[in-house]
Every structure is written in structure tokens, then in C-alpha cells.
């Protein structure tokens, strides 16, 4: 059986970044997981002492507190600096922006609709700076019956796919006079997105590698269920089973934006000497 990567998976600009500011900052919490890796988040510990503390009012003054990738809320940012504490921002370039979006379009009068889920802490933050409050939506259907005003604008989380995003600019835009749509959605995201489309297209048994609470990694998962019915989300090499690889004659990977390379390799080095 041969195993092919796909051509862009794995870490993104975004993670790398974060990554490198932790290791650069030891001695240090993250105020929430860094990023969707528990592994890697094992690894900072270990290896640069940089913890985790899951409640921001655990912090003290003079402690050094990294804001994780996906963001944080914004009167939560405050009140950290009001306390005195160390912020290093870690919160990905791509995320700011729909931040800066949000704030923004609020002020300029604007309803704020945010394509995403309420519950993932980038759409947290990123709501969070909507002075004037936003709608989270996960479909067009959401926002039947809703009264918005006259100027909307449109943001989706980072890692929704695309053609859903268009469903709700699609439903926003014949019902308001002005609609604005801000593509958020990371390039990152396409990437590993459209390769795994390809790949999964003619692989006859893929792996999707990353956390089981990782939304990136879940997506790449949907859409390679889609092409290639033999499809598995795995953490790790402890996640493999053996038997789905019989008869089978080529192996794609994947792995979400939040998966080092050393946990790929392992899975590839665990395949290969099973298997081959
Ligand atoms: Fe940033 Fe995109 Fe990665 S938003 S954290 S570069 S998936």
C-alpha cells in the first residue's frame, strides 16, 4: 500500500506563530489550550514550562498570560491588564482582523451576523467586540424571523467551509438594502481543504489527523468522508486499526491546522512498519 500526504495539511501560519511566541515565553500560562493539540500542549509544558490556566482570573499581577490563537474575549483582555498581568498576544493575525471587522461594522450601525459556532472561543472573542452586540448563525435558516437593520455585515469564523458561507450571504443579500461580506475564512483553511478534496478523490482509505475537538480537523474529516467513504479521524497511532487498511492500495493524509509534524510522522512510521 503506498501512503501519499496531501499537498498542504498540518500546521498553519496562524499555529506556527503561537508556537514559536510560547517557546519564546517560558514560564509562562496560556490563558485557555493554545491551540486544539493536547499532545503539543503536553510538549510546551515539558519542554518550555509554558502551563495552562483555563480561568483568566486565576492570573496575578506580573504573571505572564499567552492569549491562545483563537482569541479572547475582549472586556476579558481588559480586565487582564487592569490586573496587571504580562499579556503576550498570541492570537492569530486572522483572527484580529474579524475582531477589528466586528468593532468596526458595530460602530458604523451596522447588524453584525457571524457565520460560525456561538460556542467556539474564536466566535466568543470575536463577538465579544460587536459593541453593539452580533447574531452567530450555523445556517440561512437561523436567521428567518429575525429583525436586522437595514446595513448588515456578514463575517464567518475562519474555518468555515466556503459554500456554506455562501448560503447565508446568499439568503442575507435580496432581503437587506446593504449587505457587506467580509471573507474571514483563512487561507490556511482552503488550502488543506482543496487538498484533501484531490487526495481523498483517489485515495481508497484516508486518515484525517487531529484533536477529536478540533473544528478544522473535523471539517477536513466531512469532506473527505464525502469522496472517500473509508475515512477516519485519529488523533494519534494509538487510534489506528489495522484491518482498515486490507486490500487497500493507496493511503491518504491529512492532518487539522493544529497537528505537529512529529504526531504525522509517528502515525506514517506506525503504518509503514505494520503494513508494508
Ligand atoms: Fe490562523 Fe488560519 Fe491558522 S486563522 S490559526 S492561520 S487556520
Known amino acids: 500500500m503506498q501512503i501519499q500526504l496531501a499537498e498542504n495539511y498540518g500546521f498553519c501560519f496562524g ?27 503536553a510538549r510546551l509544558e515539558d519542554d518550555y514550562q509554558v502551563g495552562l490556566t483555563d480561568d483568566y482570573k486565576f492570573f496575578k499581577a506580573g504573571d505572564k498570560a499567552i492569549v491562545r490563537t483563537h482569541g ?8 487582564l491588564l487592569e490586573m496587571g498581568v504580562d499579556v503576550v498576544d498570541a492570537t492569530c ?27 467556539h472561543p474564536e466566535i466568543k472573542g470575536v463577538k ?33 467551509k466556503v459554500e456554506n458561507y455562501m448560503e447565508v450571504a446568499n439568503y442575507l443579500i435580496p432581503r437587506y438594502k446593504e449587505v457587506r461580506v467580509f471573507n474571514t475564512i483563512c487561507n490556511a483553511t482552503f488550502e488543506n481543504q482543496d487538498a484533501v478534496k484531490s487526495l481523498s478523490k483517489k485515495a ?34 494509538k487510534d489506528l486499526d489495522f484491518s482498515w487498511f486490507d486490500a487497500k492500495k493507496l493511503c491518504g493524509i491529512s492532518a487539522g491546522a493544529s497537528t505537529p509534524d512529529w504526531i504525522i510522522q509517528n502515525v506514517i512510521d506506525a503504518i509503514e512498519k505494520k503494513i508494508n
Open 72 to 79: 479572547i474575549q475582549k472586556q476579558e483582555l481588559k480586565e
Open 204 to 237: 481508497d482509505v484516508m486518515l484525517i489527523i487531529g484533536g477529536k475537538n478540533s473544528s478544522n480537523t473535523k471539517q477536513l474529516y466531512a469532506i473527505s468522508k464525502d469522496n472517500c467513504p473509508d475515512s477516519y479521524h485519529i488523533e494519534d497511532e
Open 15 to 41: 499555529v506556527k506563530r503561537a508556537i514559536k511566541i510560547a517557546e519564546e515565553n517560558k514560564n509562562s500560562s496560556t490563558y485557555g489550550p493554545l491551540i486544539h493539540n493536547s499532545k503539543e500542549i
Open 128 to 160: 465579544s467586540y460587536a459593541t453593539n452586540g452580533a447574531i452567530v448563525v450555523m445556517k440561512p435558516e437561523d436567521l428567518e424571523g429575525m429583525k436586522l437593520k437595514e446595513k448588515v455585515a456578514l463575517i464567518a469564523q475562519t474555518t468555515r
Open 93 to 119: 493575525p486572522y483572527v484580529t482582523k474579524p475582531q477589528e471587522i466586528a468593532q468596526q461594522m458595530s460602530e458604523d450601525g451596522y447588524s453584525v451576523v457571524i457565520f460560525g459556532d456561538e460556542a
